[in-house]
């Protein structure tokens, strides 16, 4: 029941994934990309089981490396993707 | 008792976390509230993260601890010093970096608690997240490569590629089908799982040239997804199977927008290294120079500009002295536009990044399907460093390797100026009509320089 349940939720996302992205303009393209890019950083979310339920050791040092890089993926995701977006201006003037 | 509430605590916000990644890329969908919704979208990743910290069984806190802060210390040291012009680079490595993680995870998992055993269910997921986060990984540091031309940019492609591919891939479900019947980590076949996706990620993208990038960042930013939904059924966490599909059918979405603009399917970008084929038919015709002088009188003469950038101005930094230029003709009385291909550069929308960098407003970049039917009106297209978007061949030249690519139909335009440092031929290797058109100038030299002149003529 728990697998139908999973694959449930990840063929529903997939559709509303298809639908937010597709109205995307090509000018947002990178910050798109880059902001995506971000939010798989979630395995984050899964790295600290390992890195934190002393298993065993080699567990451990393969969960701390993961929260890592993991962490890395976002921090510099969402940093670099507001970065961008900064520049986007209006005519009209001013950052929105 | 407290468990169980703590666990439905965390599951109810990872809803909450699942609700703004949502919105999040909703909103990236217009400039006027994009840079909201990566503000939302991050409070997501806190809210998952911090559910994600009060896991059941997470005892020990301090190499959690340690690896956020050197991950945070890193990202965001990249992120505040890559320059705009860098932007393909860095993120592919930093979706090599959510590649890995996901490998990570998953060969963590193989660690079973003492007296459990890896279901076979868990065991192919586990390898899923092994397999694709991999091959992310790697695929991710040869893109990064090539982007960042430490290594070449072209394609790589030998006899037998196909065959060895083939059996590599062979060699991969084997390994993976043995490792899923005994999933244990100290298994001789999770070593040849583990390598074998890493070689699979590396022979995955060394065919791919230089101008195919766009379309290999999108589908790495796919499988990044991808990898991490997979970790996500390993582990059983609704929160990353959610995000993670979110991620990977946003990167098809764009590797198609991707292929489209390129008239080329997904098998063809992946599989021929391109430029290595057919020719297309010898250009006859004269090549005809301009000075900065000249190009200034007929600039100042004109009504209608439209500038058409390539990878070229990244590569020239030339983004500042264009948007001057424009604002000058602007000034001057002219209607001012910068038209962009949508596979411009080296990721989707490079160039519009690099001229937001420049501020230009975003009202003056238009798509190639909003430029074409006005572009006879253009008075003079000023054509900076892009050569097989332009290439008008793709329009009539069956033979052409690019035929059938839709492009920006600057011929048509009433005067063409293209900026090029010489005569090579673009990416692809074909040759380009437009260099030998009747209404075509060339103004030779670097793109940055050229631009800068006319700007000072206009000051004069």
Not at chain 2, 59 to 70: L, P, Q
């Amino acid at each position: 029941m728990e697998l139908v349940f999973l694959t449930f939720i990840l063929v529903l996302s997939i559709f509303l994934g298809f639908e937010l992205i597709s109205k995307v303009p090509a000018t947002l393209h990178t910050p798109l990309m880059s902001g995506a890019n971000a939010i798989s950083g979630i395995t984050l979310a899964g790295a600290f089981l390992s890195a934190g339920m002393q298993n065993s050791e080699y567990a451990t040092w393969l969960g701390t490396a993961a929260v890592a890089f993991a962490t890395i993926n976002v921090v510099g995701g969402y940093l670099v993707t507001d970065r961008m977006l900064a520049m986007f201006k209006s005519r009209k003037g001013g950052a929105k | 008792m407290e468990n169980i509430n703590l666990n439905l605590i965390a599951n109810l916000s990872y809803i909450v976390a699942a609700a703004l990644f949502i919105f999040g890329l909703k909103m990236l969908g217009s400039p006027a509230t994009a840079r909201k919704g990566n503000m939302l979208s991050s409070i997501g990743m806190l809210i998952a993260v911090v559910a994600g910290l009060t896991a059941e069984g997470i005892v020990d806190f301090k190499y959690i601890a340690a690896g956020m802060i050197i991950g945070t210390i890193i990202g965001a040291a990249a992120a505040r010093m890559i320059a705009m012009t860098s932007m393909p680079e860095m993120v592919a490595l930093f979706n090599g970096s959510g590649g890995i993680a996901s490998l990570l995870v998953g060969w963590g998992t193989l660690y079973a608690p003492a007296g459990e055993v890896v279901s076979t269910f868990t065991a192919v997921t586990i390898i899923l997240a092994i397999l694709i986060g991999g091959m992310t990984f790697t695929g991710s540091m040869i893109a990064y490569g090539k982007l960042s031309e430490t290594i070449g940019s072209g394609a790589v492609v030998f006899s037998g590629q196909r065959i060895f591919n083939s059996l590599l891939l062979i060699a991969l479900i084997g390994s993976g089908v043995m490792l899923s019947m005994d999933p244990t980590p100290d298994s001789v076949w999770f070593w040849a799982v583990l390598g074998l996706s890493l070689l699979l990620g590396i022979m995955a993208v060394i065919p791919i040239g230089g101008a195919d990038m766009p379309v290999v960042i999108s589908l790495l930013n796919s499988y990044s997804g991808i990898a991490a939904c997979a970790a996500g059924f390993a582990i059983n966490n609704n929160i990353l199977i959610v995000a993670g599909s979110l991620v990977g059918a946003s990167g098809i979405i764009l590797t198609n927008i991707m292929c489209k603009a390129m008239n080329r399917s997904l098998a063809n970008v992946l599989f021929s290294g391109f430029g290595t084929v057919k020719q297309g038919k010898a250009i006859e015709g004269e090549v005809k120079p301009i000075s900065v002088e000249d190009a200034y009188y007929i600039l100042e003469a004109a009504n209608n500009v439209c500038f058409v950038p390539g990878y070229g101005m990244a590569v020239a930094q030339a983004q500042h002295v264009v948007k001057e230029l424009g604002e000058i003709l602007e000034k001057n009385g002219a209607e001012v536009s910068y038209a962009i291909h949508p596979v411009a550069g080296r990721m989707p929308g490079h160039m519009n990044v690099l001229l937001a960098e420049a501020d230009v407003p975003y009202e003056q970049l238009v798509e190639m399907d909003e430029i074409n039917p006005r572009i006879e009106n253009v008075d003079v297209a000023i054509v900076i460093g892009a050569n097989d978007v332009v290439n008008p061949s793709a329009r009539n030249d069956e033979d052409s390797p690019i035929y059938g690519m839709p492009i920006i139909n600057v011929d048509q335009a009433q005067t063409v100026f293209v900026l090029k440092r010489s005569m090579a031929s673009g990416f692809s290797g074909v040759d380009n009509p437009l260099f030998f058109g009747e209404n075509t100038r060339m103004l030779f030299g670097d793109a940055k320089e050229s631009i800068s002149g006319v700007v000072s003529e206009f000051g004069k």
